[in-house]
């Protein structure tokens, strides 16, 4: 037994010898400790800290319209910035590790901050089928395992679907998106989620409105109250 560990040791140590894996940020060699970023560019992420206060800027934008327990974003999202190169490793280079790394930084600070202690599950917002088959995985569902892990929170996949493609955001005014977006999604196996308190993971914050079109399908289940938590809040 020792002895494979011991072997196992060594092959890690070789592996990254001859392979050294680079911070996503500078491009610095990682020593073992590090994953993804040097410590130097983990200091650099602008986390927002704020998870316990009630009327943060997350909470500001979706009041009024999605009823939440709390709401909660890890970083500020900067253009050109850390948090975008690393969501854009995540989504377009295949780097799931990305989106383990943030989950689990994401779930230390809302434990730290106390805020998750009354939720049952975590649901990951969804991607739409076709889209999940290109990209080969979602990105928001890796953020929610790593965050649950953490938290010792169970993650539910397939209970939120989306039941069409909806067409592009970018070029739509608030209204236009909210409207493209009614009733893009669907709860599945409704009777687990009855009087549960949902902690509804998205990687981007921006507008709001696929997280309020995931609230309206989640809202129709009984007695289930939702908080929300995206890795970033976009200008
Ligand atoms: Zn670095």
């Given at each position: 037994?020792?002895?494979?560990?011991?072997?196992?040791?060594?092959?890690?140590?070789?592996?990254?010898?001859?392979?050294?894996?680079?911070?996503?940020?500078?491009?610095?060699g990682?020593?073992?400790?590090?994953?993804?970023?040097?410590?130097?560019?983990?200091?650099?992420?602008?986390?927002?800290?704020?998870?316990?206060?009630?009327?943060?800027e997350?909470?500001?934008?979706?009041?009024g319209?999605?009823?939440?327990v709390?709401?909660?974003?890890?970083?500020?999202?900067?253009?050109?910035?850390?948090?975008?190169?690393?969501?854009?490793?995540?989504?377009?280079?295949?780097?799931?590790?990305?989106?383990?790394?943030?989950?689990?930084?994401?779930?230390?600070?809302?434990?730290?901050?106390?805020?998750?202690?009354?939720?049952?599950?975590?649901?990951?917002?969804?991607?739409?089928?076709?889209?999940?088959?290109?990209?080969?995985?979602?990105?928001?569902i890796?953020?929610?395992?790593?965050?649950?892990?953490?938290?010792?929170?169970?993650?539910?996949?397939?209970?939120?679907?989306?039941?069409?493609?909806?067409?592009?955001?970018?070029?739509?005014?608030?209204?236009?998106?909210?409207?493209?977006?009614?009733?893009?999604?669907?709860?599945?196996?409704?009777?687990?989620?009855?009087?549960k308190?949902?902690?509804?993971?998205?990687?981007?914050?921006?507008?709001?409105?696929?997280?309020?079109?995931?609230?309206?399908?989640?809202?129709?289940?009984?007695?289930?109250?939702?908080?929300?938590?995206?890795?970033?809040?976009?200008?």
């Amino acid at each position: 037994m020792e002895r494979i560990l011991w072997w196992k040791r060594l092959q890690r140590g070789l592996m990254h010898l001859f392979f050294p894996e680079c911070c996503v940020g500078c491009g610095a060699g990682l020593t073992e400790a590090e994953t993804v970023l040097c410590l130097g560019c983990q200091l650099l992420l602008p986390e927002t800290g704020y998870h316990a206060h009630t009327l943060n800027e997350t909470g500001q934008r979706l009041a009024g319209r999605i009823p939440f327990v709390f709401a909660t974003s890890f970083a500020y999202f900067v253009p050109d910035g850390l948090l975008q190169q690393l969501l854009h490793g995540l989504k377009y280079r295949n780097r799931k590790d990305i989106g383990r790394f943030l989950g689990t930084r994401f779930g230390h600070a809302l434990q730290e901050a106390g805020v998750c202690v009354g939720v049952d599950y975590i649901v990951a917002v969804p991607l739409h089928p076709e889209k999940e088959r290109i990209r080969g995985y979602n990105q928001s569902i890796i953020i929610a395992e790593a965050m649950g892990a953490v938290l010792g929170v169970p993650v539910l996949d397939g209970v939120l679907v989306r039941t069409r493609h909806t067409e592009s955001q970018t070029q739509k005014t608030r209204a236009e998106r909210a409207a493209n977006m009614e009733a893009a999604f669907a709860v599945r196996h409704s009777q687990s989620l009855a009087g549960k308190h949902v902690l509804l993971v998205d990687d981007v914050l921006t507008t709001g409105a696929t997280l309020e079109a995931c609230a309206q399908a989640l809202l129709g289940v009984p007695g289930l109250s939702i908080s929300i938590g995206t890795i970033a809040l976009a200008g």
